[in-house]
């Protein structure tokens, strides 16, 4: 099994509007990386081939992702960017059968609540999520979790051949002291200047896939 990470000052957003730019033109990080390594890697291997994007966004990964995998499974928490994400499922996939969406943030646990930060700098949600009973927030976007131990249940083959983790900042809580001997290739992006809980998400994911790539 193989890990990569890849750094969030190189990773590139540049969707347009509601809609994807261009095939591959967000989240460059994964998509070269779905274009050269994997591509390769994963193309004429037995299907069903299972893909899991955490933190899909509005679908560009989760697009290329569909083109090589029979089985997608896209998360992503954030309700307005969810529905642009399944319009473009709707409208730029050439097989939309192929995937499957879920408006679910990601944890420790399932079945419980996080709450959105609205990020005041572009007045969406940023993705970055706290965990409490009372948000505290009076624009704070509410949202369920899912647990790593549920994604893989969600497969259909009980495995995740490549899971992209991209949850700004629940990466931690989602993967440091799970299971991930039913994960493949793991590709996640790192988030906020944590050193000693990046450190011990290195040191967990060692334990059963060789890092490669990015800044760990």
């Known amino acids: ?6 750094p969030i000052q190189g990773m590139a957003s540049m969707v347009l509007g509601a809609e994807i730019a261009e095939p591959g033109a967000t989240h460059v990080g994964s998509n070269i990386l779905l274009q050269t390594l994997v591509l390769p890697v994963f193309r004429g291997l037995p299907q069903p081939m299972v893909i899991v994007d955490v933190g899909a966004n509005v679908g560009a990964f989760t697009y290329l992702a569909s083109r090589i995998a029979t ?3 896209a998360y992503e928490p954030c309700r307005e960017t969810y529905e642009r994400l399944v319009r473009n499922v709707q409208n730029r996939v050439e097989q939309p059968q ?5 408006n679910l943030a990601v944890g ?9 930060k609205k990020n005041t700098a572009n007045g969406d949600y940023s993705g970055d999520a706290y965990s409490s009973l009372d948000s505290g927030d009076d624009d704070a976007e509410a949202v369920a979790t899912i647990s790593l131990e549920d ?5 259909p083959t009980g495995r995740v051949d490549y899971l992209k983790v991209d949850c700004e900042g629940a990466e931690y809580d989602f993967l440091t002291g799970k299971d991930l001997s039913a994960v493949n290739y ?5 988030h906020h200047d944590e050193p000693q809980k990046k450190q011990q998400l290195k040191e ?3 334990q059963t896939h060789d ?3 990015g800044d760990w």
């Open 186 to 190: 793991l590709e996640v992006e790192i």
């Open 71 to 73: 089985n997608v499974i």
């Open 151 to 155: 994604v893989i249940k969600a497969s």
């Open 98 to 102: 192929r995937v499957v969406t879920h």
């Open 1 to 6: 099994a193989i890990a990569y990470h890849w």
């Open 108 to 116: 420790a646990t399932s079945g419980e609540t996080v709450y959105m």
């Open 204 to 206: 967990w994911i060692s």
């Open 211 to 213: 890092l490669h790539y």
